[in-house]
């Protein structure tokens, strides 16, 4: 069991930068691959990127590669998403996700692939 905590949310201009960052409790974090969600009212959760168990390998949905990037510190549990150049639609409610099981090097996309959820964090881009 790992619990997961979001933060760094908030409200940025467009063309703004903000990090958000996914704790999680557990000594077990380096054997997690982790995952940004995000959603917007009455839309479905939509996969923003994903890092594997090693950290060694990652993948971003087309919306946001080249802007975003995630990392995950196993020494501090911790998942970050580094999110530059944000534009309007960026704006949503973000969640991490953990997944325990499958290959060190394997990345996940669907929210069924995850077993665990934080609570989100609210990012909003203004025009």
């Known amino acids: 069991q790992v619990q997961l905590v979001e933060s760094g949310g908030g409200l940025v201009q467009a063309g703004g930068s903000l990090r958000l960052s996914c704790a999680a409790s557990?000594?077990?974090?380096?054997?997690?691959?982790m995952g940004w969600f995000r959603q917007v009212p009455g839309k479905e959760r939509e996969f923003v990127a994903s890092?594997?168990?090693?950290?060694?390998?990652?993948y971003y949905d087309d919306s946001v590669r080249g802007r975003f990037t995630i990392s995950k510190d196993d020494a501090k549990n911790t998942v970050y998403v580094q999110m530059s150049s944000l534009k309007p639609d960026d704006t949503a409610v973000y969640y991490c996700?953990?997944?325990?099981?499958?290959?060190?090097?394997?990345?996940?996309?669907?929210?069924?692939?995850?077993?665990?959820w934080g609570q989100g964090t609210q990012v909003n881009v203004s025009s």
């Open positions: 557990g000594r077990t974090f380096r054997t997690y691959a």
């Open positions: 996700a953990a997944r325990a099981s499958g290959g060190s090097g394997s990345y996940y996309l669907l929210p069924l692939d995850y077993s665990y």
């Open positions: 890092i594997s168990r090693s950290g060694g390998n990652t």
